[in-house]
């Protein structure tokens, strides 16, 4: 029976085959006795003068062993008669290659017969075949075949036990950098890691601890609390241990030290119950030094205030110009998320205004930036005056605004387009006539807010190609049943 395949592309099993064949070293022109006998009994108990173990990766066939012949042991996949056996994972018998189309050509040279047995590794993938041939039409009989089989799963087994022992031998290398990095771990953390036994014995201790009282890593190896600390801290410390060790629960404790210097630190702890290896119990702990961050607590509330106050400055800096007085660009875009939402929901119309200060170049050009920023100032003032409270206006940048209309219609927003015209009309400036240009876009089911700023920014710029001094808006016709403008 053929062994199941995985839904993988030719491609990708060669790539397979060649990955596992590369990492167990088996590409290599090497004789290797194991698989030299073999091959040699294979040809005996088949009775044919030919017989050869072959693996393949992506290109290329080796004649890992072979029996009866000589020559090159390399040779590409697409000329190999063992390509098609290791292709359908199974037993392949051609009596006569003459009579099999596949074997026209390069494919099988001067072999009439083959035979061939798929070698494959742990997981059912075909790498290899082992096979026997000659020069003339043959046949084998049962025994001969079921023999063939035998060896080539043998073949299959040592194949299967060098994978077995590199899994073993990567396994190994990543049992000893798991300790590795484990004693790193510990030897660097900010904390104070040991163990100790039931007795209060110390069993271990990280680098950190020997760091902090100048010793090396075995020094305190076998002493107790009493050996290291006053009579008092040190009744504490056991009484913690054994209430640890009673519950079999880990636990929090907090302890105030009095250095050899004279200063006090303050010690968080947590200790927990386990085993060594020989399944005696031990106490771990871990202690983080606290004094720092007690002192830094205290003065984090000491600023608390200040700093809110700080914050809630810098907020409001963040979301408004600071020339107008208006919302910025950010603050307008996260506004107008809500508001496409809002009216995604709801159902109630949405519009957006889009407007830009006619030949404000030429105005900063003629007048200077200074007159170019009291004109924008102005027009903001404008804007403030003639929009609804609930209506948000913005400097979108440069010279340009936008006016964000919740619960407004194409009617209602044109109206507004109007009333800002004949406002920037009657503004009395000394230099020269102000006017400015309306693009206007409401919000249709469907839209995002790019789309509702694109066609609003469409609609400006039609109102700008049309000679400026005006509105355009981009889809009232649909609200309002013709094409609107001024």
Not at 55 to 75: C, H, N, P, V
Not at 304 to 314: D, F, G, H, Q
Not at 349 to 371: E, T, Y
Request: charged residues 30%.
């Amino acid at each position: 029976m053929p062994i199941p395949q995985t839904d993988m592309t030719p491609l990708q099993a060669a790539r397979k085959r060649g990955e596992i064949l590369r990492q167990l070293g088996l590409m290599e022109e090497v004789d290797e006795q194991e698989f030299d006998e073999l091959v040699e009994l294979a040809a005996a108990l088949c009775g044919k003068a030919l017989s050869a173990m072959t693996l393949l990766d992506e290109e290329t066939q080796l004649i890992k062993a072979r029996m009866g012949f000589q020559g090159a042991r390399t040779m590409p996949v697409r000329e190999s008669i063992c390509q098609y056996t290791v292709q359908n994972n199974q037993l392949l018998v051609v009596e006569d290659t003459v009579n099999d189309e596949r074997f026209r050509g390069p494919v099988g040279g001067s072999i009439r017969f083959y035979a061939g047995t798929p070698l494959t590794t742990l997981d059912g993938t075909a790498v290899g075949a082992l096979c026997v041939m000659d020069t003339a039409p043959s046949v084998l009989s049962e025994q001969q075949l079921r023999a063939l089989q035998i060896l080539g799963r043998q073949l299959s087994n040592r194949i299967q036990l060098r994978e077995r022992a590199r899994s073993m031998a990567d396994m190994m290398s990543e049992r000893e950098r798991a300790r590795e990095m484990f004693v790193t771990i510990l030897n660097n953390v900010p904390a104070e890691i040991y163990l100790k036994d039931e007795d209060g014995r110390l069993r271990f201790y990280n680098r950190k601890l020997a760091n902090r009282f100048a010793i090396n890593e075995a020094a305190w190896l076998g002493k107790t609390s009493r050996d290291l600390w006053d009579e008092e801290t040190a009744l504490r410390i056991l009484q913690e241990d054994r209430e640890v060790f009673l519950s079999g629960e880990p636990q929090e404790t907090f302890l105030d030290l009095k250095e050899a210097d004279g200063k006090h630190s303050y010690w968080r702890t947590t200790k927990a119950p386990c085993q060594d290896s020989n399944g005696n119990p031990v106490l771990a702990c871990c202690s983080v030094d606290l004094t720092e961050q007690r002192d830094r607590e205290r003065q984090l509330q000491e600023t608390k205030e200040e700093l809110e106050e700080a914050n809630r400055k810098l907020s409001s800096l963040a979301l408004t110009d600071a020339l107008t007085g208006l919302w910025n660009r950010r603050a307008f875009d996260s506004r107008l998320e809500t508001a496409v939402i809002a009216a995604q929901r709801s159902k109630k119309p949405l519009a957006l205004m889009l407007l830009d200060v006619d030949h404000f170049k030429r105005i900063n050009d003629r007048f200077g930036h200074p007159c170019g920023d009291e004109v924008l100032r102005n027009v903001a003032t404008i804007l403030n005056r003639t929009k609804r409270a609930d209506e948000v206006a913005c400097r979108f940048g440069g010279e340009e605004f936008t006016i964000l209309m919740p619960g407004t219609d194409a009617q209602g927003a044109m109206v507004l387009g109007e009333r800002i015209r004949k406002a920037m009309h009657a503004f009395e400036w000394d230099k020269e006539p102000i006017t400015i240009s309306m693009g206007i876009a409401v919000w249709t089911d469907g839209w995002s807010s790019d789309d509702l700023v694109d066609n609003a920014d469409a609609a400006l710029y039609r109102a700008k190609e049309g000679g400026r001094d005006r509105f355009i808006c981009y889809n009232c016709d649909q609200f309002l049943g013709a094409a609107q403008g001024s």
